[in-house]
């Protein structure tokens, strides 16, 4: 997929809309992912941001994942994704962005070999409940050479921390994009990856 864009193209987004079509308009294409460790949110972001009706791979977790996928502060949840989310989002009129929700375990981490090919960036959500789960996850994508963003998924019963903990906690360099979502609120979601957009036209702008 076509990744070079230019800092003219930072339009606002196109507001969701029930559409199953690129516009015609659109002549470039941007693959993203939506990363992160079992249980952060991924499928709810996708899901939420979406302009089309989202591509969903989950299953019923059964008794088989016990002692394999930690599921701790997880008690309600009952499905988890076994390849991917996929969803669209049109940018602008000439720009749309391609959405892969990357499977969180690792058992399915040969699926990430595909998924992240051909990506410009990812947006990484993290858990303050359990933040030490995405160390994984940020050396995976480091890896494979693929620059992120991280946001801070605020779920009802996580305790907030300060933008900044968090930086330190994660080990992230200061040029690493790091914001607060809500993964059930679209704007929240389109406003991080905006901000992920936005980091990549810089590192893609010719340098002086």
């Known amino acids: 997929m076509g990744s070079a864009l230019s800092p003219s193209e930072r339009a606002e987004v196109v507001p969701q809309r029930t559409v199953e079509y690129v516009p015609a308009t659109v002549t470039r294409s941007v693959k993203l992912l939506v990363a992160g460790n079992f249980g952060v949110g991924k499928t709810t972001f ?4 979406s302009e089309i009706k989202p591509l969903r791979t989950e299953e019923t977790i059964t008794e088989a994942s016990i002692g394999v996928d930690d599921m701790a502060h997880l008690h309600e949840k009952s ?15 000439r ?14 981490l040969p699926l990430w ?15 303050t409940r359990r933040l030490d789960k995405a160390d994984e996850v940020l050396a995976h994508l480091e890896e494979r050479g693929v620059p992120f963003a991280v946001a801070v998924n605020e779920f009802d019963t996580a305790r907030r921390f ?12 200061q040029t690493t994009p790091l914001i607060s979502v809500d993964a059930r609120d679209r704007r929240t979601c389109l406003q991080s990856l905006i901000t992920l957009v936005e980091f990549l036209f810089r590192r893609l702008e010719p340098h002086s």
Not at 46 to 49: A, I, K, R
């Open 162 to 173: 300060p933008l900044d903990d968090i930086r330190d906690a994660l080990d992230l360099e």
């Open 95 to 108: 720009t749309v962005l391609y959405l892969f929700g990357t499977p969180g375990q690792q058992r399915f």
């Open 79 to 93: 499905t988890t994704t076994v390849a991917m989310d996929f969803g669209r989002i049109t940018l602008n009129q």
């Open 46 to 49: 996708v899901s939420s941001v």
């Open 113 to 127: 070999e595909e998924l992240a090919r051909g990506a410009l960036g990812a947006l990484v959500l993290v858990d």
